[in-house]
């Protein structure tokens, strides 16, 4: 039999990280009653225990991860900070505003996927995220995962959420994804886009309830959003049920910027307030967007940030493909530095906020200069 105060180590532990679970054990106890409350219930831990202390787990060693990757990328310029891979273009759906989708390409190859996945890790990669399209299209998509964790890379997923099921949750779980962020345009679809609170809310709980994986949830303002109120109910409904929340300002064909109206940067102020601190927090960058500035800062596309496309080219990013235009086997630590130097002309205006975070680790230093660039333009969108 257990005294009163000899609770497992189980339960001695979400006592202490949990003062609800804490209070009820204390109630339900009773010497020599029995067994702890967690041996008495089923027979073992409650479910909800061990959910909560594996997902405690899992953020510590996903935030204990993410600082050993801040040190070096402190250290060092010379390996990507952040790779996004598109396994598959296709999409299941077809937003208006969004110019990274077709409705027929083929999904990539697993081992050529496999062979990616390699090259960016003797790049020394940090984090890789799959994308699309969509990637949850990808019949492989859990061995990816597998792959990326196998090599020690951060691993991240970009979804619409449409086919997320408590099945599929749980594979995404045992592969080891490590975080998934699925942007919400609105509350109920319409004619712009279907990636609705309406339509995907259900997606939210089941992630709330199966995912040991952090969640973000992604909310928009500006681009033809036609009720900008509507990211608020996003917000606030991903924090209810124990996600993060950022808001992003949705950019023009081209990713440049497009600046808010007053009713879009009052939403916008009062999203900001919903966010907590984090690494994908950092965008101070879209104070300037919201109103319509320019940013004076140094793009390191190519270098701390690559996207790398269906095709197995190296790009700027999603919205400025074309250039370099290597393909990722042949990409060197050479291109990483000469890229790393090389300014952006369209960096000013740019909204892609993940090359706006990664490129803040490397503000203060390595001026850079301006690269010839062909008659017409930086780089054409196919």
Same mark, same amino acid.
């Not at 989708?101 to 960016?120: G, H, I, N, T």
């Given at each position: 039999?257990?005294?009163?105060?000899? %609770?497992?180590?189980?339960?001695?532990?979400?006592? !202490?990280?949990?003062?609800?679970?804490?209070?009820?054990?204390?109630?339900?106890?009773?010497?020599?009653?029995?067994?702890?409350?967690?041996?008495?219930?089923?027979?073992?831990?409650? =479910?909800?225990?061990?959910?909560?202390?594996?997902?405690?787990?899992?953020?510590? &060693?996903?935030? !204990?991860?993410?600082?050993?990757?801040?040190?070096?990328? !402190? !250290?060092?310029?010379?390996?990507?900070?952040?790779?996004?891979?598109?396994?598959?273009?296709?999409?299941?759906?077809?937003?208006?505003?969004?110019?990274?989708?077709?409705?027929?390409?083929?999904?990539?190859? @697993?081992?050529?996927?496999?062979?990616?996945?390699?090259? $960016?890790?003797? $790049?020394?990669?940090?984090?890789?995220?799959?994308?699309?399209?969509?990637?949850?299209?990808?019949?492989?998509? #859990?061995?990816?995962?597998?792959?990326?964790?196998?090599?020690?890379?951060?691993?991240?997923?970009?979804?619409?959420?449409?086919?997320?099921?408590?099945?599929?949750?749980?594979?995404?779980?045992?592969?080891?994804?490590?975080?998934?962020?699925? @942007?919400?345009?609105?509350?109920?679809? #319409?004619?712009?886009?279907?990636? @609705?609170?309406?339509?995907?809310?259900?997606?939210?709980?089941?992630?709330?309830?199966?995912?040991?994986?952090?969640?973000?949830?992604?909310?928009?303002?500006?681009?033809?959003?036609?009720?900008?109120?509507?990211? $608020? %109910?996003?917000?606030?409904?991903?924090?209810?049920?124990?996600? @993060?929340?950022? *808001?992003?300002?949705?950019?023009?064909?081209?990713?440049?910027?497009?600046?808010?109206?007053?009713?879009?940067?009052?939403?916008?102020?009062?999203?900001?307030?919903?966010?907590?601190?984090?690494?994908?927090?950092?965008?101070?960058?879209?104070?300037?967007?919201?109103?319509?500035?320019?940013?004076?800062?140094?793009?390191?596309?190519?270098?701390?940030?690559?996207?790398?496309?269906?095709?197995?080219?190296? &790009?700027?990013?999603?919205?400025?493909?074309?250039?370099?235009?290597?393909?990722?086997?042949?990409?060197?630590?050479? &291109?990483?530095?000469?890229?790393?130097?090389?300014?952006?002309?369209?960096?000013?205006?740019?909204? *892609?906020?993940? *090359?706006?975070? *990664?490129?803040?680790?490397?503000?203060?230093?390595?001026?850079?200069?301006?690269? =010839?660039?062909?008659?017409?333009?930086?780089?054409?969108?196919?």
């Amino acid at each position: 039999m257990l005294g009163r105060d000899k %609770v497992c180590a189980e339960c001695r532990l979400a006592c !202490l990280t949990r003062r609800s679970a804490h209070d009820y054990r204390r109630r339900m106890f009773r010497r020599g009653s029995g067994p702890c409350l967690c041996a008495r219930i089923n027979g073992s831990m409650m =479910p909800g225990t061990k959910k909560s202390l594996r997902r405690r787990f899992s953020g510590v &060693h996903r935030r !204990l991860r993410g600082a050993k990757e801040v040190v070096r990328a !402190l !250290l060092s310029t010379d390996h990507p900070l952040l790779a996004h891979i598109i396994p598959i273009r296709r999409c299941n759906l077809a937003c208006k505003y969004c110019n990274e989708f077709d409705d027929r390409s083929k999904a990539v190859p @697993s081992a050529e996927m496999f062979r990616r996945v390699d090259k $960016l890790a003797e $790049l020394g990669t940090a984090v890789i995220t799959i994308s699309g399209g969509e990637p949850l299209l990808h019949p492989d998509l #859990d061995l990816i995962i597998r792959r990326i964790r196998h090599q020690g890379v951060i691993t991240g997923l970009i979804t619409n959420g449409y086919l997320l099921t408590a099945e599929r949750i749980q594979r995404l779980n045992k592969a080891g994804l490590e975080w998934l962020q699925i @942007s919400i345009d609105n509350v109920m679809p #319409d004619e712009i886009s279907k990636k @609705s609170l309406k339509v995907l809310d259900r997606k939210l709980e089941l992630l709330a309830e199966h995912a040991y994986f952090h969640v973000n949830i992604n909310s928009v303002v500006g681009g033809g959003v036609k009720n900008p109120q509507d990211a $608020l %109910v996003i917000g606030r409904r991903a924090v209810e049920l124990g996600f @993060s929340s950022t *808001v992003g300002i949705i950019h023009d064909g081209g990713g440049q910027l497009q600046p808010l109206n007053e009713e879009e940067r009052q939403v916008y102020q009062a999203m900001k307030s919903l966010e907590k601190r984090s690494f994908t927090r950092i965008n101070q960058f879209q104070e300037n967007i919201a109103r319509g500035r320019p940013n004076d800062w140094k793009c390191r596309a190519g270098a701390r940030y690559l996207y790398i496309c269906e095709d197995g080219l190296v &790009h700027y990013c999603s919205q400025q493909r074309g250039y370099p235009a290597i393909p990722l086997e042949n990409y060197t630590i050479d &291109h990483i530095r000469r890229e790393y130097v090389t300014e952006k002309s369209c960096a000013p205006h740019c909204t *892609v906020s993940c *090359v706006h975070q *990664v490129s803040i680790f490397d503000r203060w230093r390595a001026p850079q200069r301006r690269a =010839p660039t062909a008659a017409g333009g930086l780089v054409e969108i196919d």
